[in-house]
């Protein structure tokens, strides 16, 4: 079994910037693939990035959703095994839950909720206007 939290949500002003964290505990693996997804009230889950990484080889690739890029940044620390969601430029329509969401033994990330095995339990950001 995998634990995933995740921490840094909040209120910020249209504009700011956000760090979310996502913190694995359990069985982790040496080669993984996680994902941000977000949920907006009255919305389906919607993917926010992703990355496959291999401690072994220092191998990483990222991937983002096109209404984030060049605005959030995913990476991750894996002698802390976490991985971070930095976002800036904050926008209103960025409101929603963030879950952080993993899958073990791939370098292959999607944007199908159904590909992760584990789920974090989620943390509210807010942008206002």
């Known amino acids: 079994q995998v634990q995933l939290v995740e921490s840094g949500g909040g209120l910020v002003q249209a504009g700011g910037s956000l760090r979310l964290s996502c913190a694995a505990s359990g069985r982790t693996f040496s080669t993984y693939a996680m994902a941000w997804f977000r949920q907006a009230p009255g919305k389906e889950r919607e993917f926010v990035a992703a990355?496959?990484?291999?401690?072994?080889?220092?191998?990483?690739?990222?991937y983002y959703a096109a209404p984030v890029k060049g605005r959030f940044t995913t990476s991750a620390d894996n002698a802390k095994n976490t991985i971070y969601l930095q976002m800036n430029s904050l926008k209103p329509e960025d409101t929603a839950v963030y879950y952080c969401?993993?899958?073990?033994?791939?370098?292959?990330?999607?944007?199908?909720?159904?590909?992760?095995?584990?789920w974090g339990q989620g943390t509210q950001v807010t942008v206002s206007s």
């Open positions: 969401a993993r899958r073990g033994g791939t370098l292959d990330w999607s944007s199908n909720p159904s590909w992760y095995t584990y």
């Open positions: 990355i496959g990484r291999s401690t072994i080889t220092t191998y990483s690739s990222t």
